[in-house]
């Protein structure tokens, strides 16, 4: 049990259409990156919310866009699906930006798109 | 070449055996992290290392800052122990982590 929860685990959806995922972190968890994770790859770096603001991006299209609320929950929002998103998008949290902070991943949200 | 590198990509052991996963970067870092994903995807954060080295249970996890590598080790392996095992890098110049591409690890009873 890391105590970062994701929504929805898995969906469906057509190209063009958007998507909009969701975590919930713990307590006092002001660090949220996601990640997409394609099959059999590892993980990569869409971008990172430090106290509600953007404060790092990886080589990924606008349409992918974000938000980090004051609640410790956040949203990973991509716009005009294409086929290769589909992949494993996990969500992971952290207490403060520094890198020696332990790093909680969610189960991920698995996403199709048809 | 990935600035994370993993080898061996698949490891097949029996139960009982020592495994040895080893992970190369090519960047500096502030910490290095070895995580455990199950197929269903759920990530594990089993080791957090900036120097030395780190025990938990079975596992063991080094790192050698000046040749930049790290190696987890899992002593008496067993079959609960399948699962695909990640080193990941958060460089000193930012605020990601960069993954390497993972090790599918099978125990044999």
């Known amino acids: 049990e890391t105590g970062v929860t994701q929504s929805p685990t898995h969906l469906i959806k057509t190209r063009g259409q958007q998507v909009t995922l969701r975590c919930s972190s713990q307590?006092?968890?002001?660090?949220v990156s996601w990640y997409q994770q394609a099959l059999g790859q590892g993980p990569q770096f869409i971008f990172q919310?430090?106290?509600?603001?953007?404060?790092g991006r990886g080589n990924f299209p606008p349409r992918f866009s974000g938000l980090q609320f004051p609640n410790y929950s956040s949203e990973l929002n991509v716009n005009a699906l294409e086929l290769d998103d589909s992949a494993l998008y996990l969500c992971?949290?952290?207490?403060?930006?520094?890198?020696?902070?332990?790093?909680?991943f969610g189960e991920g949200s698995w996403l199709t798109v048809v | 070449k990935n600035e994370v590198e993993q080898s061996p990509q698949n490891l097949t052991a029996q139960e009982g055996e020592f495994i040895t996963i080893n992970c190369s970067y090519s960047?500096?870092?502030?910490?290095l992290h070895w995580l455990q994903q199950h197929p269903g995807g759920g990530i594990v954060s089993l080791f957090m290392?900036?120097?030395g080295k780190k025990k938990h249970g079975r596992l063991i996890a080094t790192i050698n800052i000046q040749e930049k590598h790290s190696s987890l080790h899992i002593t008496a392996s067993h079959p609960r122990d399948s699962a695909v095992y990640i080193c990941?890098?958060?460089?000193?110049?930012?605020?990601?982590?960069?993954f390497g591409e993972g090790t599918q690890l099978t125990v044999n009873p």
């Open positions: 290392l900036s120097s």
């Open positions: 992971a949290s952290s207490a403060g930006q520094t890198g020696g902070n332990t790093i909680y």
């Open positions: 960047v500096g870092i502030s910490a």
């Open positions: 990941a890098v958060r460089s000193t110049s930012g605020s990601r982590l960069t």
């Open positions: 307590s006092g968890h002001n660090t």
């Open positions: 919310y430090y106290r509600e603001e953007e404060n």
